[in-house]
């Protein structure tokens, strides 16, 4: 039973497309998150929610929209989408005021 | 495999040695420090974390050592078994909150021969 699960794992697109990635936690946390990791392995955050309430919204381009349903979802659209926005895209959950993040498997999101 | 190309820092080991991967931080006001391990294809893993109150922590097999004179942290493992091979990251905030902003290191390559 995974405990973050996120949807699709792989997404293969045009540039100009929008797409969606869903993200599912099924740990009871209140804390969710959205890191960007690029082709260097380079991990960075781009939103964070607590109890369904935005905390973090690091400089990210407005086509980025998360929304967040419930405190088990946490979404991620993604409006005309760019070459530069070609990364894997994990999706993570934490207890409040916790470091222990657990992630997801990652969307690997490829823009031709 | 997946790191073919990374310029990622990489650390070999033999089966059974010990491992000591470093990491330096910036921020001198961070006050929480934790170490993940990202294998192949899959999310990072909390291993182990420390506040800066702390300059040792010990878990099963792994120890996390911190320098804040140095701004310095490293994680050791213990007997490094194949099943360490993976990217081990620092991250380091200036406080935990509700939001937590973990601010993710570069990252080390641990290659295990056996």
């Known amino acids: 039973d995974t405990a973050v699960s996120q949807t699709p794992k792989y997404l293969v697109t045009q540039m100009g497309n929008d797409k969606s990635i869903k993200c599912e936690q099924n740990?009871?946390?209140?804390?969710m998150y959205w890191y960007k990791q690029d082709s260097k392995k380079f991990l960075k955050i781009m939103f964070s929610?607590?109890?369904?309430?935005?905390?973090i919204n690091e400089t990210v381009p407005n086509r980025f929209s998360p929304k967040s349903p419930d405190k088990a979802h946490l979404n991620l659209h993604i409006n005309s989408l760019e070459l530069g926005d070609s990364a894997v895209y994990f999706c993570a959950s934490s207890r409040s005021f916790s470091g222990e993040l657990f992630f997801g498997e990652g969307s690997r999101l490829t823009v031709l | 495999g997946e790191s073919v190309g990374l310029h990622l820092p990489t650390l070999s080991v033999q089966e059974g040695d010990n491992s000591i991967i470093n990491c330096a931080y910036s921020?001198?006001?961070?006050?929480?420090f934790i170490w993940y391990k990202q294998e192949s294809g899959k999310g990072p893993q909390f291993i182990i974390d420390i506040r800066s109150n702390m300059d040792k922590r010990q878990g099963q097999r792994v120890t996390v050592l911190l320098n804040k004179t140095v701004k310095h942290l490293s994680l050791q493992i213990a007997a490094t078994q194949p099943g360490d091979s993976a990217v081990y990251f620092c991250a380091e905030t200036p406080r935990i909150y509700h939001g937590n902003k973990l601010v993710f290191g570069a990252g080390t390559i641990l290659r295990v021969k056996s």
């Open positions: 921020n001198s006001a961070s006050d929480y």
């Open positions: 929610y607590n109890n369904k309430e935005l905390i």
């Open positions: 740990l009871g946390h209140d804390t």
